[in-house]
Structures are given as C-alpha cells and as structure tokens.
C-alpha cells in the first residue's frame, strides 16, 4: 500500500496522543494531549492542503533565491602537518596511524 492510498480522515484525539506519547515514553497529562492533539490536527489539516495544490509543470527549485550562494574559494588555507603528527604518534604505516585492534 503506497503512501497516497492512505486515507487520513480520521483526527487525532486525547486518548490517541496519550497512547502514543506513552510508546515514546512520555509523560502527558490530559490537558497537554487534548493540547497536542490539536495542534497535531492543525498540522495534519495544512499538509492535506499542501497535498491538494496542483504542481503540475512547476519545476522544483534548487533554491529559493534568485542569485547562487556565494561560495568561499576552494584554496589551501593550511599547510599539511601529518609527517609533524605522525612523528610522535607509537605507530605509523604507509601514512595511517595503528591502532591496538578492537574486534576479534
């Protein structure tokens, strides 16, 4: 069953909220899940909304501001220190750094 065959009819409730807060192991009182329960309706209603608006032939945007980010230079910036690191490291092989093994 895809995604778009699910109906979302149904709204969340208290009892609903409270359940599902105590799956995740928190701790509602039934003001705050009637509270949650209804901004969690809120939402669920602006998204079948969004669902709603015909987006055909809109291309989707690599950003929404008409100019590029600015990107910084791709130059060195640092001169490379690992044979300075490596000198005082217990063991180096081929440029790596060993290490004691972990896993058998």
């Known amino acids: 069953m895809s995604s778009s065959d ?17 799956l995740a192991r928190l701790s509602l009182n039934d003001t705050q899940s009637a509270e949650y329960a209804q901004s969690l309706n809120k939402i669920l209603g ?14 989707p945007l690599k950003s929404p501001f008409d100019h590029p980010q600015p990107l910084r230079p ?9 044979e300075e690191y490596q000198a005082i490291a217990p063991a180096v092989q081929d440029g790596l750094y060993l290490v ?4 058998e």
Not at 74 to 82: A, I, T
């Open 6 to 22: 699910v109906q979302h009819s149904a709204e969340l409730n208290a009892q609903t909220v409270s359940q599902i807060a105590n």
């Open 46 to 59: 602006m998204m079948e909304t969004l669902k709603a608006i015909n987006t055909d032939g809109v291309e």
């Open 100 to 103: 004691p093994r972990v896993i």
């Open 74 to 82: 791709d130059v060195v910036s640092e001169s490379n220190h690992r």
